[in-house]
Nanobody, 122 residues
Framework: VQLQASGGGLVQPGGSLRLSCAASGGPFSMYDVGWFRQAPGKEREFVTAIRWSSSTTGYADSVKGRFTTSRDNAKNTGYLQMNSLKPGDTAVYYC????????????????WGQGTQVTVSS
């Protein structure tokens, strides 16, 4: 399965961005979609995940109430809506597919996209 993340960019604090994760070459609808981020000099960290059926989602405490994950299995695409962005959200954002039941660990995911840069700055 190949993943292509897009939608990153430069946004002011308090602004919004919507990231997309387009999948090809495999059964997208059978996998959970996870989003991770990695800031310079830091470990890659879990952000959010959504079950293959969209029945359940999970969020890191740092993004709860501000970020929303969704997916459209008909389009083989996952989404991450990010609102009320803060400078601390600046990172490269990665999407991934896995079968680890909303795993918060990198090891719970089998396929990874290339990442998209999100910069929050005035």
């Amino acid at each position: 399965v190949q993943l292509q993340a897009s939608g990153g960019g430069l946004v002011q604090p308090g602004g919004s961005l919507r990231l997309s994760c387009a999948a090809s070459g495999g059964p997208f609808s059978m996998y959970d979609v996870g989003w991770f981020r990695q800031a310079p000099g830091k470990e890659r960290e879990f952000v959010t995940a959504i079950r293959w059926s969209s029945s359940t989602t999970g969020y890191a405490d740092s993004v709860k109430g501000r970020f929303t994950t969704s997916r459209d299995n008909a389009k083989n695409t996952g989404y991450l809506q990010m609102n009320s962005l803060k400078p601390g959200d600046t990172a490269v954002y990665y999407c991934a597919l896995g079968r680890g039941f909303l795993s918060t660990m990198r090891s719970g995911y089998d396929y990874w996209g290339q990442g998209t840069q999100v910069t929050v700055s005035s």
